[in-house]
């Protein structure tokens, strides 16, 4: 058995993928060898491993790699971002890469303008081309568009987004004045104010956005609008290590002017109690750094310089940020009043708290923090005793005390009042972020608007350390738009192509509804939990987080949230179970920390501070909280909280992306240093997994990505199009096109109302697409010309018709002539009839003349008056067919006269021939009773062989009466136990699925413990924490162990088969190599070892075969079949074991129809053929193929293990077959017919006792080679094993027509003995009994020991060595040998210059030598034979001639070879001695004179050359093929060859192809000229009734008007036509018929047909 050294992926945790190469089946898994040195060795189950095809080769489209799965899909993307290519399709699906660089002329107007109408695939992947489709999409659908731009956090979502937008407004808003520049500001704006730098990401947006570019009817850009969802409050207050807060606060400190920033009494952000626990650096240049006063320096900035990024300067982007406010609509008063808010919200984070003593307790505002008070307070425009008392106290109204109640102050403590001040912050500044959106909204106006194209940015999947209510919301923001995506791409893409018809297999896909449900269900989810909770007196976040594990840990989704210490980071595990909950999403498990909860989802002030700033001086602060509710005044129970809002604002977003056509552009994130050039394998594989692209691409390998409806196409260019092609219907139109544009047929498919494209395939279906007015004129003409080609069709058809008539008529009128003909003819017999009669009477008596003459030979005597008697009968016979002839008026009385008296004549003659013919039998009935006496002897002997052949059919017809009775009793003992059987089988069928479904969630399980395994390390990696537990082995099998607990029905149907033959025997075979098996299961005499081997072996190969089929290519998948379909379909039925052999046979024989589905066209390459297998127990030892057409196929076990069928006996079900079985002769006879090799069974080996015990005790290793090989041995003085060298055999093809094989010994001496044998028991066998000699032991006594040995090329030899000296064992090859090249060249040289050489002198003595020489050697061999072995045999040959048989041959054969090896030397003088005769004798004939002597000459050098070749080859089968090909070259008659070709182009003319525009009309005009000539010569006057029809069909304008479909025949016109070719009728015939000259057949049939 040999394995395919293809390269392959195996699944890596660092790279995500390394290349390999398949070495060793180990059980359920392989044993592979990394290419890459790096890597150590492996092994790995084949769910880990995937083909690989050319590692090198890089695709646009990932769906034109040759093997779609995840490993060539992640090896797609490293290879093309190294090469800096950082975009790259799956289908329509764009994945786009972070360079974190720029890369030039990537974004330029150049780039923009070539993408311009540009369809997929055309161009390189790029975000410009998603835009443009949806652009095209949006005018062809007249449908709005999104595109879901999604990632990771610094996957470069925002990025692209700028990139789309910036794309849409270059093209299409050039004529819309400042919209343009207004929706292009608005993203530094919205950059400025809600994106800030994280851990991952320097420009991270900390919102979620849609923007949406609206288009009027004629599509040009009249208008915008924004919408944004939940802003990161939490940041404003408290930021990591190093992270920043928004940008807009850095904006201020480095880049405003002094008179602002004085104005605002901004400095540095070591200043600010909300700047200074993060990062205070800020972004610059090398320029921008030295603008910065080193006042506004922080201390970080200072000592460690500014931070670098291509797209961020802090200075440079507040003179962008103030512009651009300018530009959206903003005056300097409401830009400064803007400012003020931004810079009153960090002097508020300055106030500070401290206890107050009294007995009112409460707080105070510390001294130091006067001043940030007041600034805050006036920036705010608020009093600043007002603001300091609602700082530190809140208001309480109490119902009772009149309508409004009774107003009383509560002071707050030190932490109450920090909370209150942060929440005025957030307030403040979150409520300033709506405002400038909502005044970017309403600089950009979209009145006009018809449809729009939308820009999804979202904050991408989030988990930190600490996770908060803002990652929980994210990230269920993430859910919903992940199940979007699944119902979109998925389930709507396979829902949409069972409707239409497309066979398309299933896609399965991980569903997360549950978790979306686990969120947001109205009765038992996380927020309603969390709301109900909100509204208790004295809400508690430990409260909340018991309610949740309480609620939701005892329903299905128990797997989907977990307490926190189920989380594989160590930093998680220290919280408390009532301290947060571990929520399992699509990637990964997040841990939430609950202890914010509450307060971040209520977002209202309370009423103390909301009085204040509603009643602020400053006119921004009051439009600020002009419009918001006062959720203190609803109270409690009716207030709407944060999580509410967003879920309402989510589900508006979701409403929105249903009713428009989707985009998708997925980010990825390349590495987490966010550096350039560096991509990490397992993280860009995480992100590729949790954004579903994996099951996108087994989807499109497929799929119909790109689709186009019929009407709508039609409707497209409906009013464009000519009157003659608006009446064709839409799907009509739209095959038109198709085929008129030559596509393939596999690329595109046809459904009910619409046409599907193959993914990558749209492009050449581009221009169809288009709705450009300058394409307009292309396309109608592709479809003028396909209908025109069309009709042309038919008019030719419609010619041929016609003639086809015509002929019928003459042939009819043919038929009449020849009618009367015998009519005439009959009149004329009748007349004559008695004349003829008498004649035919007359010359009847000749035959009996004849009879006479052939008895008279037979006479002994009287021959001569016999004849002379004969000779005058004749003559009178001959004289009365004379007179009857010349006597017109003969009656029939005269004629019966001369008859009568010739009769009696004749009859005398012959009475007297009869007598002497008495006598003479009469003399030779004795000789033939003797000879009857020996027939009957001989026929006795003949029945006698028929009685035997009878007695062996019938034993053979008893053999199949038995096995036909033993099928029987197997099938009632089957149905007998058929209900305990059926209620078994359902059990079984229970617990395969309920086994399957759990083996599924667990695998879902794993492979979700596996994401968040990887999330934790990474997050590790970021924190510098420590992660607990190993990573889980998503596709490793368990142990025994865990086996024998309590997942054992979680395993798969062949664990458990595992199981139970490891529970079974006693040999653990699992750490086995496969080709240690092999070895074993030939060599072994261990009964019960050779059979566990043979089962593992062949669950091995069972494991292997499905791998290989589920990666195996689509069109190679008819070509893998290694049995009929109906064996592979039965072993796929689950049975219960069979109970008992009730056969018992061990060898067992089937055969049954196997149908190869092939190459050919129709029905070609599905002809039936017979699948035959022989059983040696359980599984296949020898197996055929036999077709109609094609090569047999026999393989054999041990060599063609991985072509062979792999399943067992039981599983095959062929015992179950009527007539499947079949007896041994049956299937030897068919095996020897096709040249298969002998099979040798162990049973023949061990079929006595004493063998038995022999090969128990007997110890030999063999060493089975099949290639060069060098084996170095050492003297073994124990002896223990012997090493057996057994050279397999080649099979016989014609790589092996020049090869040679060959032992070679290295040794110092000739101390050796040599052991052959065709196996390695009968070498074994032989050293046993010689193993003290040192002679020489081998088959054939005549042959001397040699340190080389030549081998049968295609037979299997043994060979062992019996030495004291340490030597080499070499298996030399030749693959070409140069002899016999030579040999094989000069024999056929000769063959074919045998004429040109028959007159040369020297071949003439050449010739003559080997004639003598083998004339004498024949005499030789016939008087040595006598004294030699089988002389009888070789004397029957000499005597009974060469027609006794092969068998007789092979003895001379041998006689030859022995007298050769025997007497060599007197042979060679012999030989000379023979040749200098034979030359002598030919020197005095001569050369040849004549051509006779010539021929002699030619036909022994070609006989010559005959043998030269046959006995240049081993493989003797093709080198008598290739005499056989010489001989016929070199005698095959040239006017035969010429016939034969003649005959078959004839019989095979060959097929019509589509011809151009060009060829057509040629074509067309040509076939009308032939056929209107043709008619002419009937209707070549006016006299004829037709000739008006003729002119108008000889109107060659006419006619192309009615070919190109502007014209046509009227009705009468036609019925005139077809009258006239039914009833025409000439009365002279035609010597050269129109049919000849067309060629034209009556059959109504036309190689047109198919066209028409």
Known sequence: MTMDKQLVWVRDPTEGFVLARLHELMGEEADVFPVDNRHPRRVC???????????????????????????????????????????TFVANILLAVNPYEDIPDMYSSTTIKKYQGRSLGELPPHVFAVADKSFRDMKALKQSQSIIVSGESGAGKTESTKYILKYLCDLWAKGAGPVEQKILDANPILEAFGNAKTTRNNNSSRFGKFMEVHFSNKYQVVGGHISHYLLEKSRICTQSAEERNYHVFYLLCAGAPQELRSALKITKPDDYLYLKNGCTQYFTSTQSEKKINASQKSKQQQAKAGLRDPILDDVEDFQRLHQALSRVGLSEAEKKSVYSVVAAVL???????????????????????????????SLLGVDPGELRMALVSRLMQSSRGGIKGTAIMVPLKTYEASSARDALAKAVYSRLFDYIVRRINDSIPSSASAYYIGVLDIAGFEYFQMNSFEQFCINYCNEKLQQFFNERILKNEQELYRREGLNVPEIRFVDNQDCIDLIESKNHGIFHILDEESKLPKPDYGHFTNAVHKELSGNVASARLQVPRASRLKAHRTLRDHEGFLLRHFAGAVCYNTNQFIEKNNDALHASLEFLVQESNSGLVQQLFETVDNNNAKGKLNFISVGAKFQTQLSQLMDKLKENGTNFVRCIKPNSRMVGREIEGSLVLTQLQCSGTIAVLALMEHGFPSRAPFAELHNMYKAYLPAKLQTLTPK?????????????????????????????????????????????????????????????????????????LKNKIL??????????????????????????????????????????????????????????????????????????????????????????????????????????????????????????????????????????????????????????????????????????????????????????????????????????????????????????????????????????????????????????????????????????????????????????????????????????????????????????????????????????????????????????????????????????????????????????????????????????CELSLEETGLTRKRGAEILEHEFEREWTRHNGPSYLELDRYLSSYTNKIFFWVSFFSVHWLSGPTTIERDFDHLKRTVDIYCYTGTPKDLFTLWQTVKFNIKIKNDEFSQYLGDNPEQVYKDYKDYEDSYGWTVINPFQKKSKTLSLDLFTSTCMAVNTKEKHNIELHIQRVDLWRVLMMVAGVALIFASRALSGNPVFFYLCGIVVGVSASFMVLVYYVSKLLPKKTLTYGILIGGWTVGVYLFQQVWENVRSIVSTYQTYLVWYTLLMGFISFVVCYRIGPPRNQ?????????????????????????????????????????????????????????????????????????????????????????????????????????????????????????????????????????????????????????????????
């Open 1492 to 1652: 006779r002597s010539k021929n002699l000459v030619m036909w022994t050098l070609q006989i010559v050359g005959v043998f030269v070749t046959f006995f240049s080859s081993q493989y003797q089968e093709a080198s008598a093929a290739i005499v056989i090909a010489a001989l016929i070259a070199k005698h095959f008659p040239k006017s035969l060859l010429l016939s034969v070709q003649g005959y078959w182009h004839r019989r095979f003319p060959p097929k019509p192809r589509l011809l151009s525009n060009e060829e057509y009309y040629e074509q067309g005009a040509r076939e009308t000229k032939h056929a209107l000539d043709s008619l002419r010569q009937y209707c070549s006057s006016p006299d004829c009734a037709q000739w008006s029809i003729m002119l108008k069909l000889s109107d060659s304008k006419r006619f192309a008007s009615f070919v190109e479909g502007n014209s046509h025949l009227s009705d009468d016109e036609v019925m005139d036509y077809e009258s006239y070719a039914f009833s025409m009728e000439r009365s002279k015939p035609i010597a050269n018929s129109t049919r000849n000259h067309l060629e034209i057949s009556d059959d109504d049939s036309s190689e047109y047909d198919d066209d028409y």
């Open 45 to 87: 189950n084949f769910d880990d491993i995937f083909p690989a095809g050319d590692p090198s080769k890089d695709v646009d489209d990932n769906c034109e790699l040759m093997f779609l799965n995840e490993a060539t899909l992640l090896n797609n993307i490293l290879t093309r971002y190294k090469k800096s290519k950082i975009y």
């Open 732 to 804: 009509v139109f739209c095959q038109a096109i198709v085929h008129s544009f030559g596509l393939s047929d596999k690329d595109y498919k046809f459904g009910v109302t619409r046409v599907f494209f193959r993914p990558g395939k749209y492009s050449e279906f581009d221009t169809i697409m288009k709705s450009d007015p300058e394409n307009l004129k292309a396309i109608v003409d592709s479809v003028l010309a396909w209908l025109v080609k069309s009709r042309w069709r038919r008019s030719i058809f419609s010619a041929l018709s016609v003639i086809k």
């Open 347 to 377: 002097h508020l984070g300055n106030v500070e708290f401290e206890e107050e003593g009294g007995a009112r307790g409460g707080c105070r505002v510390s001294p130091e923090s006067e001043t940030a008070l007041a600034t805050a307070a």
């Open 811 to 1204: 042939y009819r009128r043919q038929c009449l002539v020849t009618v009367q003909k015998a009519v005439r003819g009959y009149l004329v017999r009748r007349q004559h009839q008695p004349r003829y009669r008498g004649i035919t009477k007359i010359k009847s008596l000749e035959n009996n003349l004849k009879e006479m003459e052939a008895v008279i030979p037979q006479l002994k005597k009287e021959k001569e008056n016999a004849k002379k008697n004969i000779e005058n009968l004749r003559n009178s016979i001959r004289g009365a067919c004379t007179t009857i002839k010349t006597n017109p008026k003969i009656s029939r009385t005269d004629i019966d006269k001369l008859y009568t008296k010739l009769t009696k004549d004749v009859e005398s003659q012959m009475a007297a021939l009869q007598k002497a013919m008495m006598d003479q039998k009469n003399r030779e009935e004795q000789e033939r009773l003797r000879r009857i006496e020996a027939e009957m002897r001989a026929a006795e002997e003949a029945k006698q062989k028929e009685q035997e052949r009878i007695k062996q059919e019938e034993e053979h017809r008893r053999l199949k009466a038995e096995m036909e009775a033993r099928r029987k009793a197997e099938e009632a003992e089957r149905l007998k136990l058929e209900e305990q059987d059926r209620i078994a089988a359902m059990k079984l069928q229970q617990q395969m699925e309920q086994a399957a479904k759990a083996d599924q969630e667990n695998r879902e399980r794993l492979e979700q413990e596996r994401r968040d395994h990887e999330m934790a390390v990474r997050l590790a990696k970021e924190t510098n924490g420590h992660v607990e537990g190993s990573p889980p082995q998503l596709r490793s099998f368990p142990s025994m162990e865990s086996m024998n607990g309590e997942n054992k029905l979680n395993r798969s149907e062949r664990v458990r088969m595992q199981q139970a033959m490891q529970g079974k025997q006693k040999h653990d075979l699992s750490k086995w190599k496969y080709s240690e098996l092999r070895d074993t299961i030939n060599t072994s005499c261990d009964i019960e070892l050779l059979e566990a081997c043979r089962h593992e072996f062949h669950r091995r190969l069972k494991v292997y075969h499905a791998w290989k089929a589920k990666n195996a290519r689509k069109s190679t998948m008819a070509e893998q079949e290694r049995a009929p379909q109906s064996i592979m379909d039965a072993a796929k039925t689950p049975r219960l074991p069979q109970k008992g052999d009730i056969l018992g046979a061990r060898h067992r024989y089937f055969r049954i129809p196997f149908v190869r589905p092939g190459g050919g066209a129709g029905g070609e390459g599905e002809r039936r053929g017979w699948w035959y297998a022989h059983f040696d127990g359980q599984y296949v030892a020898r197996q055929m193929e036999l077709h109609p057409d094609k090569t047999p196929v026999l393989l054999q076990a041990g060599v063609d293990d991985m072509q062979m």
